[in-house]
């Protein structure tokens, strides 16, 4: 019971967060994502760096270089990229601002050079999976957040507009709901039991359900956007949601833990909560610039 209201409160806080950076307006917006993409960084390369980086390490545990260093580094560039992607796309900066982010790549491939690691593909490659895996779907939200056709000149609201950064979290929040809901009540039929035995095929089309229904009500809210461009959004999320879910649940099955961190009182880390965003954004992202805005 305290467990469950523990979780219940932590949730409300979340949401809260959430829901009121994204709406309050662009530096709300920027502090809170910022702030977010560091932590989900800070999760996911402090279990990669607990992982031995090769057989010497592992018979060897005083060869282990510490991983506050390669930690850090992955925070520093997450958010280099995610600040340079929101200058650049509130027209605040050109194109040229994301050299800051070319210049890390470059910084980190030579740095490896003098670091001396055992296995230094293995150290990169723990490094940029980050970068790929976090800092750039939530660097993306900043393309969606922000209209390219308004003028940010003289004001930078003009040009911010949160209504698809925000139809994506309530998408990803309703799918799971549906999920569990039906899930719990009807699920039979496992969804992927080598990776996530709870899920279910009856949860799945719970959330779809529940998501596309939601669909629905944003198109009244938002009816300047075609419904079956809300349809579409929706059926993006809830299927690569789902699978950003499990390619998070393999992550973290694959390094032996229950959990990406305890950051968030019976939610676990910041990881465990975003997972879905993680590729739900790609899809969201693609469509609205393909079918939407162009």
């Not at 509130?90 to 980190?108: A, D, N, P």
């Not at 499990?246 to 676990?268: A, C, M, N, Q, Y």
Request: glycine residues 10%; aromatic residues 16%; proline residues 4%.
């Amino acid at each position: 019971m305290k467990n469950l209201v523990l979780r219940s409160f932590t949730g409300v806080i979340y949401v809260a967060l959430i829901i009121g950076s994204i709406f309050l307006g662009p530096y709300s917006f920027l502090c809170l994502f910022s702030i977010i993409t560091v932590s989900c960084l800070w999760e996911l390369s402090g279990l990669l760096q607990a992982m031995p980086s090769s057989q010497e390490t592992q018979t060897n545990p005083k060869s282990s270089k510490g991983t506050l260093g390669p930690r850090l580094m992955a925070c520093a560039g997450g958010l280099v990229l995610f600040v340079s992607s929101y200058l650049f796309a509130s027209k605040t900066c050109g194109i040229g601002i994301l050299s800051l982010y070319l210049l890390f790549v470059v910084f980190v491939l030579v740095a490896e050079l003098y670091l001396k690691n055992d296995n230094p593909i293995q150290e990169l490659g723990k490094l940029f999976l980050g970068q790929f895996y976090i800092a750039l779907p939530f660097s993306l939200l900043n393309f969606l957040a922000f209209d390219p056709t308004f003028d940010p000149t003289f004001n930078l609201s003009s040009s911010y507009s949160p209504m698809f950064v925000g139809s994506l979290f309530l998408f990803i929040w309703l799918n799971d709901t549906g999920a569990y809901i039906v899930g719990v009540k009807f699920g039979r039929h496992r969804l992927f039991e080598r990776i996530s035995p709870k899920k279910s095929w009856e949860g799945f089309f719970g959330g779809l359900f529940f998501t596309l229904s939601c669909a629905w009500l944003v198109y009244n809210l938002i009816p300047d956007i075609a419904f079956y461009h809300w349809l579409a959004l929706a059926l993006i999320v809830v299927v690569l949601g789902t699978w950003g879910d499990l390619v998070e649940s393999l992550i973290k099955r694959t390094l032996g833990v229950k959990d990406s961190g305890k950051s968030l009182p019976g939610h676990g880390g910041f990881l465990d909560r975003f997972d879905s965003v993680l590729l739900a954004v790609y899809g969201m992202f693609i469509y609205v610039n393909l079918f939407i805005r162009s």
